[in-house]
Nanobody, 124 residues
Framework: QVQLVESGGGLVQAGGSLRLSCAAS????????MGWFRQAPGKERDLVAA????????YFPDSVKGRFTISRDNAKNTLYLQMNSLKPDDTAVYYC?????????????????WGQGTQVTVSS
């Protein structure tokens, strides 16, 4: 089992950057595929980035491709999401998620563990 705690959210102007972190408990973080999702009010929770256990494989939807980067430091049990060129449409609660499996996972139902979320607000 793994517990996830996100941090790094906040208020930023359009065009700015933020880096989110997700600290994971336990000694087996490297066994988990990880993802970042976001959910705006009244909308579904959508994937913004996914990474496999090693960090060598990543996936981004078109909405954030070229602006967001996902990375992980398995020695520090930490997942990161670097967000650049932020837009007001990026405003949402951002969640990290984990699944104890190989591969790359892009749907909410693929993940077993979730953090509590961190708010990102982008002003125009």
């Amino acid at each position: 089992q793994v517990q996830l705690v996100e941090s790094g959210g906040g208020l930023v102007q359009a065009g700015g950057s933020l880096r989110l972190s997700c600290a994971a408990s336990g000694r087996t973080f490297s066994r988990y595929a990880m993802g970042w999702f976001r959910q705006a009010p009244g909308k579904e929770r959508d994937l913004v980035a996914a990474v496999n256990w090693s960090g060598r494989s990543t996936y981004f939807p078109d909405s954030v491709k070229g602006r967001f980067t996902i990375s992980r430091d398995n020695a520090k049990n930490t997942l990161y999401l670097q967000m650049n060129s932020l837009k007001p449409d990026d405003t949402a609660v951002y969640y990290c998620a984990a699944v104890n499996a190989m591969g790359l996972f892009t749907t909410t139902r693929s993940y077993d563990y979730w953090g509590q979320g961190t708010q990102v607000t982008v002003s125009s």
